[in-house]
Antibody, heavy 122, light 110 residues
Framework: EVQLVESGGGLVQPGGSLKLSCAAS????????MHWVRQASGKGLEWVGR??????????AYAASVKGRFTISRDDSKNTAYLQINSLKTEDTAVYYC?????????????WGQGTLVTVSS | QSVLTQPPSASGTPGQRVTISCSGS????????VNWYQQLPGTAPKLLIY???QRPSGVPDRFSGSKSGTSASLAISGLQSEDEAGYYC???????????FGGGTKLTVL
């Protein structure tokens, strides 16, 4: 069974940084592209970015709203994906989910974590 | 303003059939597969339909997806109270080089 467990969220001041982690189990982590998706309270889903597998040189892609501030990485030896968030803004306040890409479709996510809440406030 | 356009709300009575639309463009729905997600209140999203019209194991056949040109639709037949949830469409956008979601449709079972 696919399991994804996010951690690292919390309260941070504007301009601050956080590093979120996503621990994966139940599937071949090194063979799966991983994505991050966020959801502000009462709002819809927003794609944050993705990291591909080693065979694609761990290529990353980001939403325009976070490009230059967010960095996705992975450690296949630890079955863990990361989201480094810098220069945080109040509008980054959201639940952050990590997801596993599947179905031979870049927007097909078959596994979701429970999410970790990031609150940006002074 | 979401790249994919969905109606913000939909409703139906038990047993009815409802459809939720998702409108995009040639750079997303027109050239890539569409996936649909169901999000029950207070929970993470769950894959409902993948590759335009395929159901993952465990998803009832009451749920179906279709696509034509730059639009897609999710149909729910035999509506049940437990179908009350948020529904989102998603696709890769080749121009934006990223995944785009619809704004979401809140389905109410009356």
């Amino acid at each position: 069974e696919v399991q994804l467990v996010e951690s690292g969220g919390g309260l941070v001041q504007p301009g601050g940084s956080l590093k979120l982690s996503c621990a994966a189990s139940g599937f071949t982590f090194s063979g799966s592209a991983m994505h991050w998706v966020r959801q502000a309270s009462g709002k819809g889903l927003e794609w944050v970015g993705r990291i591909r597998i080693k065979g694609y040189n761990y290529a990353t892609a980001y939403a325009a709203s976070v490009k230059g501030r967010f960095t996705i990485s992975r450690d296949d030896s630890k079955n863990t994906a990361y989201l480094q968030i810098n220069s945080l803004k109040t509008e980054d306040t959201a639940v952050y989910y990590c997801t596993k890409q599947d179905c031979s479709s870049t927007s097909c996510f078959t596994g979701w974590g429970q999410g970790t809440l990031v609150t940006v406030s002074s | 303003q979401s790249v994919l356009t969905q109606p913000p709300s939909a409703s139906g009575t038990p047993g009815q059939r409802v459809t939720i639309s998702c409108s995009g463009s040639s750079s997303n729905i027109g050239s890539n597969t569409v996936n649909w997600y169901q999000q029950l209140p207070g929970t993470a999203p769950k894959l409902l339909i993948y590759n335009d019209n395929q159901r993952p194991s465990g998803v009832p056949d009451r749920f179906s997806g279709s696509k034509s040109g730059t639009s897609a639709s999710l149909a729910i037949s035999g509506l049940q109270s437990e179908d009350e949830a948020g529904y989102y469409c998603a696709a890769w956008d080749g121009s934006l080089n990223g995944v785009v979601f619809g704004g979401g449709t809140k389905l109410t079972v009356l």
